[in-house]
Structures are given as C-alpha cells and as structure tokens.
C-alpha cells in the first residue's frame, strides 16, 4: 500500500514537472499573439517607440529614417498583417500611423475604417518632413483641409508615398 502511494506521487510529480512547462508554453504563446509569427523583432521595437513619422527622406540629405526602415522591414516580413495588427495596438501614435500605412495595401477595407476613426482623434503627433519636424493633430494628418496639398491619409496619398518611397529606395531586408 505505501508503495503503491509513493507510485502515484511519483507519477503526479512527474506531470506537474514535465506538464507545467509545457502548459506556460501555450499560455505564453496565448497571450501573446506575437509568439509565433516571423518578423524583424528590432524593427517592431523601433516602431512601437516611433519618435516621429515621416513618408520620404529626412534631414539635409533626405535619408531614410530609422522609423522608415523599420516600417520596410516589417512590411516584406511574411507575417505583416498579424504583424501590424499588433503594432497598432502597442504602438504610440507615430507608429500606429506606420501600421495605418501598411494597411492601405494589406486590407483596404480595414485601412478606411481605421482612417474614419482617427479623424476623430485630437492627440498629438510628431512628424519629420525634410529637416522640419513639427507636430501636429492625428485628425489634420488624416484629411488635408489645403485643398492645393492632399498629402493625407483620407486620400490615400501618405501610404501610397512611403511604399513608393521604401521601393524606390530599393531597400533589402
């Protein structure tokens, strides 16, 4: 009978030690919607911390930015979509601007709700235009009320740019 009860411990021992792990494994991964996908984890880090948003060049000779290329990195990742889900939502406001980007061409559909909703928004973000960086509502950024400068999202035209861009600057990641 004792050793019978020394078995079982044995056994019940044996599944908590080797289940636990393997049971924080999925729970990890559950909560973590990133866990399984395959993508530049730098790049996201870059883009959850965005310190500005830019769709060409900056600075006086107009190179790529940090953020720019941590955008094109994440877009040719096989992953994008699920990928930019997510940055939309642990983004600041500069970088859930990348992700709106990315959405234009992943799920226009989604992209145009997304565009609807953050007209709505008075935050605050930071952007970089040349060597100018200056901030300015989420709301004015989605629709242009300059009828001679349509550069906005409502238009399309800021996604359309920043992809024009990262392909001309042909970019190999």
């Known amino acids: 009978m004792k050793k019978s009860k020394i078995i ?3 056994i019940f ?19 973590n919607p990133l866990a399984e996908l ?28 940090e953020e720019t290329e941590a955008y094109a990195k994440l877009y040719k990742s096989k992953d994008a979509k699920k990928v930019f889900l997510c940055l939309e939502k ?9 992700a709106l980007c990315a959405f ?33 509502s989420v709301s004015k950024v989605m ?3 300059n009828a001679a400068n349509s550069d906005d999202f409502y238009s399309g035209a ?4 920043l992809n024009s861009y990262i392909t001309r600057e042909s970019v190999s990641y």
């Open 143 to 145: 629709k242009s009320s």
């Open 38 to 65: 395959q993508y530049d984890k730098s790049a996201y880090k870059t883009l959850c911390k965005a310190d500005t948003f830019s769709y060409g060049g900056v600075g006086y000779a107009g190179s790529m930015s």
């Open 104 to 136: 234009y061409y992943l799920d226009n559909a989604y992209y145009h709700k997304q565009v609807q909703n953050y007209m709505k928004s008075d935050e605050n973000v930071k952007l970089m235009a040349g060597c100018i960086g200056y901030g300015d």
């Open 90 to 98: 642990d983004a600041n406001i500069q970088g859930k601007l990348y």
């Open 158 to 161: 800021i996604p359309e740019w």
């Open 13 to 31: 021992m044996s599944v908590i030690i080797l289940g636990l792990p393997a049971f924080m494994l999925v729970y990890k991964n559950a909560n």
């Open 8 to 10: 079982i411990g044995a």
